[in-house]
């Protein structure tokens, strides 16, 4: 086995502490060691960033942690790539109470789009948090804002590339310009950005996008173009954005985060079973996946799923092997020691 596959890991698997977390660098460090033994290639690292403040990229729940975090993978050869997501901003940090109604894509009401929020993987995230839809144009203070916060982590610390999220929204902002398609097409033109500052910063640097789990339309297309990689998620049911219960989603998230105290247990209950179901596992819906990005990216694919037993583990297993792509380990909350079992 050669350095091939990458890891996804969630930093609060480790520590959420505010002050240097001595011991969580030892646990840590166990997981990269396993890494390092399952022919790792590198780790992209979600919510390091403080009380999980999407968007708020350089504001650490402890810097020397993080640093620490990067050095150990480091040591054990691996690439560290930390997350990014190109169009959503925490609304309890103080970057959305400063900017986020100005940089906010804004429906024909004027009033800014929902975006994700933790009920939604409840069983990732052990609080709850929400997040507005920001507008990726150039033509909204967001665009600058996030293309700074990843100069940042590559040019002040020793990162090997970025990995971006969600560019899956597919909606019409009524601020910032007179041209209604400038959201859609400011998805592409933030990744550039983006992608720009990543090989800026060194030509060996790694750019890894998200699918979404979105049959590729032309902003998708142009995305992944840019890519190093794309890490393809698998999710129970492509994602469809012009589908009716997306754009409810978005006219009505405000509503629902009212609720989300009740709804919560049972969106817990639907999307763990949903994450159990054979559509997880069917290959040749896994083939046809990877049959629609393979004509764009040909083998440059990361295969993600969010079914984390063994089936599910194997049914990727299984097509990476077919493709010859590479395979992304994601034990969920849990560390990287959970999955030794399935090597057996
Ligand atoms: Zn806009």
């Known amino acids: 086995m050669g350095m091939n596959d990458f890891w996804f890991a969630m930093y609060h698997t480790y520590s959420i502490k505010k002050s240097f977390d001595k011991r969580a660098l030892k646990i840590f460090e166990k997981d990269v060691k ?4 399952l022919g790792i290639e590198g780790l992209v690292l979600e919510d390091y960033y403080n009380d999980w403040i999407w968007g708020e990229y350089t504001n650490f729940w402890n810097e020397k942690t993080f640093r620490e975090m990067v050095k150990i993978v480091h040591d054990y050869g691996l690439k560290f790539i930390p997350y990014l997501d190109v ?16 940089w906010g ?5 004027g009033k800014n789009y929902s975006a994700f929020s933790s009920i939604f993987l409840a069983d990732y995230y052990p609080v709850d948090w929400r997040t ?16 700074n916060q990843a100069h940042v982590l590559l ?4 990162v090997d590339g970025i990995y971006l999220d969600r560019m899956d929204y597919r909606t019409t902002c009524y601020d910032h ?3 209604q398609a400038h959201f859609i097409q400011g998805i ?15 030509l060996k640097n790694l750019l890894i996008i998200n699918d979404s789990c979105v049959d590729p339309d032309p902003p998708l297309i ?15 049911i492509d994602t469809d954005t012009t589908d009716f219960n997306w754009r409810f989603l978005m006219e009505y998230g405000d509503i629902i985060w009212t609720f989300h105290r009740f709804i919560k247990p049972v969106i817990k209950l639907s999307t763990n079973l949903s994450f159990l179901s054979g559509a997880m596992l069917d290959t040749n819906r896994l083939q046809r996946i990877i049959n629609r990005l393979k004509i764009h990216v040909g083998k440059k694919i990361i295969v993600f799923s969010h079914r984390k037993d063994y089936e599910g583990f194997k049914a990727i297993k299984k097509i990476v092997e077919k493709n010859k792509l590479k395979q992304g380990f994601f034990p969920g909350r849990k560390n990287l020691h959970t999955i030794k079992k399935f090597f057996k």
Not at 155 to 158: F, G, L, M
């Open 87 to 102: 169009t959503e901003l925490g609304v309890h940090g103080k970057v959305y109470k400063q900017n986020g109604r100005k």
């Open 105 to 109: 894509a804004k429906n024909r009401w």
């Open 132 to 147: 507005k839809l920001m507008c990726p144009s150039p033509s909204s203070g967001w665009f600058n804002y996030l293309t």
């Open 177 to 179: 310009s007179k041209d």
């Open 34 to 37: 396993f890494a390092q033994e």
């Open 155 to 158: 040019t002040q610390y020793e």
């Open 222 to 236: 142009k995305c992944m173009k840019l890519a190093d990689f794309v890490l393809t998620e698998l999710l129970p």
């Open 188 to 202: 592409p033109a933030l990744v550039k950005s983006i992608r720009d500052e990543v090989k800026n910063a060194s």
